[in-house]
């Protein structure tokens, strides 16, 4: 009961201090979208690194990851340590430093926004909207059953799930509609720093315990040697590599991360941020997974259903501390929710929203004596045209549709974490691959002038096809040459066709290349 009493206190606690945050975020957030979005594209090194830093790490970090290495062995910091901190941080350098020039002049706001103006193309910008909101909305509503969970398992039961996950979900509604980009990335801050001192001090505290890393290693070595071996088990060649990449490349085109790359201050910023990133990720992933590793070799006992930290934080250190680390892990559930709700509202409002009414706001032009159906869609469209003129009148009120998208956003994930159907769970198991599908495309279109909107549209919808059909049709292969998984293969497609299908096409009516050619003065 005394745990649970601290558990509880902390966490309220942690939503007391981001309330207040976000309270003085509020009173400093202008009334405009970019600024509600983006903070007006302010962030400094420190804040731009850990909001990013806390914005990835979700309570997979202190539960998943940890899990699986200690069912599989350590090597799975090759894939989300050393190897994505690494590729990353070499992405952030290529797309996201590109990504900033151009936003920096033209003042776009989402990836959508970006593809859309460049090819002149209303539809490509939706399609990677609701691509993007397709895979954004699992991660969600799993972040929330996971929230709803830890609170289950918190007070034992007393809090019924649907309180627990509801009861979070309201307070994330309330402060994210509230502070905007500027709160959410000083809560994830102070997060980032919390969640490495804990993790550490975890490490400290276990080892000083057991006798030290050596002592913990070899009874490691005696327990599962073959966790010691390079390449074994799960861990083949094929698997680490596509993993690494589809992960790394996935989480450039996460709405929450890939915005980032709009909001930093300056090209110092930007280029400091990137080359801390590697360091940052391996100081949180090798102890959080060698604590998991650590852990078999130790004997701990893991409940059925359960994990691994929480586990062997009971065995070795005292309750207090536990229930310090379980909540933290709590908090970065929200951490990651708070972000990607205002990211899907940014893409629900500014790229599925505001084209339609932009385009009835253009008069109809139909012939004088029309047809039947087409005095129907003249009436329609000047209704339309009113709607989205009374709407449009100022454009401050698109940050109150903002905050609107971002309660529309959380609600549906809500009530879908209540019955969480197979077919979300496994969306949200292969969401990077996902992701890593636009990648490629999006790379392309920033470097290379001769892409072409068909390109584009081949691309991206080329390899989304491909990519979907080997998650969801059992005839599909899931792997190909030995082990590489769908998701790279679908990569590779989406390279190859959006390179193909723009050498062997024309510039539509509307493209305009030379929105994207900035250089490095521009951003000064």
Excluded at 50 to 64: D, V
Aim: net charge neutral; with cysteine.
């Amino acid at each position: 009961m005394a745990d649970t009493t601290i558990q509880l206190g902390i966490v309220g606690g942690y939503m007391v201090l981001a309330a207040a945050i976000g309270v003085v975020a509020y009173r400093l957030t202008d009334r405009t979208a970019e600024d509600y979005y983006l903070a007006s594209r302010t962030f400094g090194t420190v804040v731009l690194l850990f909001t990013t830093f806390a914005t990835l790490l979700s309570a997979f970090t202190f539960f998943g990851g940890p899990n699986l290495t200690f069912a599989q062995g350590p090597e799975w910091l090759l894939v989300m340590g050393l190897m994505d901190g690494i590729i990353f941080a070499v992405l952030w350098y290529v797309l996201g430093y590109k990504q900033w020039l151009v936003g920096q002049r033209h003042g776009y706001v989402t990836l959508g926004e970006m593809l859309g103006d460049r090819f002149g193309s209303r539809l490509l910008r939706g399609l990677v909207a609701a691509i993007s909101l397709f895979w954004l909305f699992p991660y969600v509503m799993l972040q929330q059953k996971g929230a709803g969970q830890a609170v289950v398992g918190l007070t034992d039961g007393a809090v019924p799930f649907w309180v627990g996950a509801g009861g979070i979900t309201l307070f994330m509604i309330v402060y994210v509609a509230v502070s905007g980009m500027r709160g959410v990335a000083w809560t994830d801050t102070l997060q980032g720093i919390v969640m490495l001192g804990l993790i550490w001090a975890a490490v400290a505290w276990i080892l000083s315990a057991v006798g030290g890393p050596a002592a913990a290693t070899d009874r490691l070595a005696e327990t599962n040697p073959e966790f010691l071996a390079l390449g074994g088990g799960l861990y083949t060649p094929e698997y680490v590599l596509s993993t690494a990449i589809s992960i790394a490349f996935g989480v450039t085109m996460f709405p929450q991360i890939n915005q980032r790359f709009f909001v930093a201050r300056s090209q110092k910023v930007l280029k400091r941020t990137l080359a801390l990133w590697p360091v940052l990720v391996v100081l949180l992933f090798v102890p959080a997974f060698m604590l998991g590793a650590w852990a078999a070799g130790l004997g701990v006992t893991v409940p059925e259903n359960g994990n691994v930290i929480p586990a062997v934080l009971n065995e070795y250190t005292a309750g207090w501390f536990t229930a310090a680390v379980v909540a933290a892990a709590l908090a970065a559930m929200m951490s990651s929710s708070d972000s990607m709700l205002l990211s899907g509202a940014s893409y629900l409002t500014r790229d599925l929203y505001r084209p339609v009414t932009d385009l009835a706001e253009e008069e109809p032009t139909l012939p004088d004596r029309a047809s039947l159906v087409n005095r129907v869609r003249r009436s329609l469209l000047a209704v339309a045209v009113s709607v989205g003129r009374t709407l449009h009148s100022d454009r401050d009120r698109e940050t109150l549709l903002a905050r609107a998208g971002v309660v529309v956003f959380a609600t549906v994930s809500f009530v879908a974490s209540l019955y969480a159907p197979g077919t979300l769970v496994q969306i949200g198991d292969t969401a990077f691959g996902g992701f890593a599908q636009l990648a490629l495309p999006v790379i392309v279109a920033l470097y290379w002038p001769r892409t072409t909107r068909w390109g584009m549209y081949a691309g991206v919808g080329g390899s989304q096809l491909f990519y979907l059909a080997s998650v969801f049709l059992p005839f599909v292969p899931g792997s190909y040459l030995g082990g590489w998984s769908a998701s790279v293969v679908c990569m590779a497609l989406g390279l190859v066709l959006t390179v193909g299908v723009s050498l062997v096409t024309s510039a539509s009516p509307g493209e305009d290349a030379g929105l994207y050619s900035v250089s490095g003065v521009d951003g000064d």
